[in-house]
């Protein structure tokens, strides 16, 4: 806590007289992951920061081996290039009365099947 506290300038020795209970609090609570304090609490919660997820997805990634990669990074990316190659060629329409026509007769014929059966 020491530590943490002289890097901003203070030291228990001012709790009580320029540093009060609520400024100790507030800056206890606001700690970044890699804090002396924070290290010592959660050891693993240095992990947890934004750039160490970043990195780990990107090294896992790199791999091939992470399933969470492949979901937020790898899918999206695969997407948008598919989008760009869709834009080039025209989309193919259906006819979607036709698309049930054919669909209710396929049904039809496979319950026909079934009765016969």
Known sequence: MQSDLLDRGRSLEDLGDTLSWWDLWCIVEHLPATSAYRRLVDPDG?????EMLLAILTADGARGGNALWQTLIAA????????????DKPAKVTDIRAELARRQADFAAQEATKSVS
């Open 46 to 50: 240095i992990y947890r920061t934004e």
């Open 76 to 87: 999206p990316l695969a997407s948008q290039s598919a989008a760009g190659d869709a834009e």
